[in-house]
């Protein structure tokens, strides 16, 4: 099983030159500097891997998930058409994980985490403080709920 991060964002979207969703739009993920396929996955898990290329949905999105390494990406329309390729794409993103009791509110966190998740749903910063490597909650997460707070 691979180790895996988030990308920079929770679910990629893609726009054609209009502005308009990159529906089937088609987006290859390769080593760094190469033409070299490199794998992505379809959640944190890192156990099932998307197809490469990766076929956006009628909104232009899809989940990818990186292993710890450097990509290019390559972004095509469903036709063929290159929009545009990116190199060096750092994979090395890293998260650690706690799991909420329904009452706690404080967790503590590494300085310099750029994201927070509850069950996979991005927590926007106005949901809670962060002081002196603590995070607080304005409302406990739910009982069971896994809480991610990722690093790059």
């Not at 290859?28 to 490469?52: F, M």
């Not at 998930?65 to 990116?86: D, M, N, P, Q, R």
């Amino acid at each position: 099983m691979a180790t895996t991060s988030l990308a920079p964002t929770p679910k990629l979207q893609f726009f054609d030159a209009n502005g308009a969703p990159l529906a089937s739009g088609l987006l290859y993920t390769y080593e760094a500097g190469s033409t070299t396929p490199l794998a992505t996955y379809t959640d944190s898990t890192g156990v099932s891997a998307n197809t490469n290329p990766i076929v956006l949905d009628s909104r232009g999105e899809a989940n990818v998930w990186l292993e710890g390494a450097i990509y290019k990406f390559a972004l095509y329309t469903s036709v063929g058409v290159l929009i545009w390729t990116v190199d060096n794409i750092n994979g090395s993103t890293f998260a650690s994980n706690a799991t909420g009791d329904g009452t706690t509110t404080a967790f503590s966190v590494v300085n310099g985490f750029t994201a927070i998740y509850i069950n996979g749903v991005y927590q926007n910063r106005n949901t809670y403080t962060v002081t002196s490597g603590t995070v607080t909650f304005t409302e406990a997460p739910p009982y069971t709920s896994i809480i991610e707070v990722v690093y790059n």
